[in-house]
């Protein structure tokens, strides 16, 4: 439901260095990869108050709240990445739901720390499958390539901290960038 308790704390900006997770490069796939490429992406909700409808006057549009990552490459993105079969199971050829939502919690984890794995509801947002042509680009050859992303959204409800928890966790991220520094 669109109603719940779930609200994000992101901290001001102050701190935004200390919050800030560096990802390396995605590692190139080999030459002999599959031609098919599965890609699972995480999009967190936040929760609207249980009066949402009486307590204000604009669009509902206007009052969901979405947790996205940011690239200093491609803007806002969803979080996630793509299906590894040694990493998140699934089938030899092509991942299950159960292997992609394991992709889900992978990447989110790697990518801002937040484990998803006791998350017990996720809801399939959209799945896009497209096919990218053969092509020469930049002077490497490119073969034809199937590929489906799947999004999804985990009901986290459940898993958010309290106000005071989450300010705990912050500061023992000070202390540990502090110590490091």
């Known amino acids: ?17 200390i919050l800030r997770r560096v990802m390396p490069e995605p590692p190139k796939p080999p030459a002999s990869a599959a031609r098919k490429k599965f890609n699972a992406k995480v999009v967190m909700m936040q929760g609207l ?32 990445g793509v299906w590894s079969a040694e990493k998140d199971g699934g089938g030899p050829e092509e991942p299950d739901e159960a292997a992609l939502i394991r992709t889900a919690i992978r990447c989110v984890k790697e990518a801002v720390d937040v484990d998803l794995s006791a998350v017990t509801v996720w809801h399939t947002f959209m799945e896009l499958q497209y096919h990218r042509p053969a092509e020469i680009y930049k002077g490497r050859w490119f073969p034809d390539q199937e590929e489906r992303t799947v999004v999804l959204v985990p009901e986290v409800s459940s898993l958010m901290p309290s106000k005071e928890q989450y300010m705990a966790r912050i500061n023992e991220i000070k202390a540990e960038h502090d110590t490091a520094a």
Do not use: R
């Not at 439901?1 to 260095?17: H, I, Q, R």
């Not at 979405?66 to 979080?79: C, R």
């Open 49 to 80: 108050p249980e009066n949402w409808s009486t307590i204000s006057d604009s669009h509902l549009s206007k009052q969901l709240k979405f947790l996205l990552v940011k690239s200093s490459k491609y803007g806002l993105m969803a979080m996630g």
């Open 1 to 17: 439901t669109l109603e719940g308790s779930t609200v994000f704390f992101p901290g001001s900006k102050k701190d935004a260095l």
